[in-house]
């Protein structure tokens, strides 16, 4: 398992929870129609690998008991800060510190398990212990984006900045410091260990995919967002390759040896966009979804 960079103290979850972008309203909508088609109640939900709290607290308009769980520190302090800002009335909401392989939840207490770009972080084994926390009838809802495009109508050369785009990840700064966890997002879970369905446990695997090759004519985004070009740079330095990297380099960080400051001057140079420029952008993105027998 690769080193989880975000539950490093030197990690801020306070930008990454301003930056990152949000999920679409309808992704619930989804996983809440699958949920229901197969029998799971509303009783209690749990975000595993929930990061500053984006996903949980979402799920406490859906769920009367709703518990967010990461290793790191300096996320739940982050999320449960803002907790207390959430009116809830009649809802429960709590961040504890924990693991995927060892869930801290009773057996069979949980009904809804999500994880919302973090199940490639995870060891195979984290589906023994869904397994033990899981009602019959429970779902585990797991979903991640991948890799971001210009959609056509934004910008007369849309194909080419998207090509800009993708070209990040073969950086020869950035490349070092991706991980085997972050190539298993970017694929949109293709290699992402799932449970058997032949075990007793779980039934069949449904996984629904959008925009796997970027831009479609024919398929609206999934997921979507708008930001000025100058939020999209704060986002991309939440990301885990670019924070490796700066922690490496502390001395070339904002110089023209990062190659985040490069890597924007470029897509400046094809855009003709400026900091505060809005800008749409789209992500291929996955839902996985499977039901506890």
Request: charged share 25%; net charge negative.
């Amino acid at each position: 398992m690769s080193t989880n960079s975000f539950a490093q103290p030197t990690f801020s979850a306070e930008n990454y929870r301003a930056y990152r972008p949000r999920y679409p309203d309808r992704l619930y909508t989804d996983i809440l129609e699958y949920h229901d088609s197969h029998g799971g109640k509303r009783g209690s939900a749990l975000d595993l690998g929930c990061g500053p709290g984006t996903v949980t607290e979402s799920l406490t308009a859906f769920f009367d008991k709703v518990v967010g769980v990461d290793p790191g520190q300096g996320m739940v302090d982050v999320a449960t800060k803002l907790a207390k800002t959430l009116t809830l009335e009649g809802k429960s909401l709590e961040y504890v510190v924990g693991s995927a392989e060892d869930i801290p939840a009773s057996d069979s207490s949980v009904d809804l398990i999500t994880s919302g770009t973090s199940a490639h972080w995870f060891p195979a084994n984290w589906w023994q212990s869904a397994a033990r926390v899981l009602r019959p009838g429970g779902t585990v809802a797991i979903f991640t984006y991948g890799r971001p495009f210009v959609p056509s109508h934004v910008h007369p050369e849309a194909a080419k900045i998207t090509e800009r785009i993708s070209s990040w990840r073969s950086d020869p700064d950035i490349a070092p410091h991706i991980q085997e966890g972050n190539k298993v997002a970017e694929h949109l879970f293709d290699d992402l260990p799932l449970p058997d369905p032949n075990s007793g446990e779980w039934g069949g695997v449904e996984r629904r995919v959008w925009n796997r090759d970027g831009h479609d004519e024919n398929q609206e985004p999934y997921m979507t967002a708008k930001a000025t070009l100058s939020a999209l740079k704060a986002s991309s330095a939440t990301s885990g390759p670019t924070y490796r990297w700066r922690q490496a380099n502390p001395d070339k960080v904002g110089t023209d040896q990062d190659p985040l400051e490069r890597h924007t001057k470029e897509l400046k140079e094809i855009s003709g966009w400026t900091d505060d420029q809005v800008v749409e952008i789209g992500m291929a993105f996955v839902l996985i979804m499977v039901k506890r027998l």
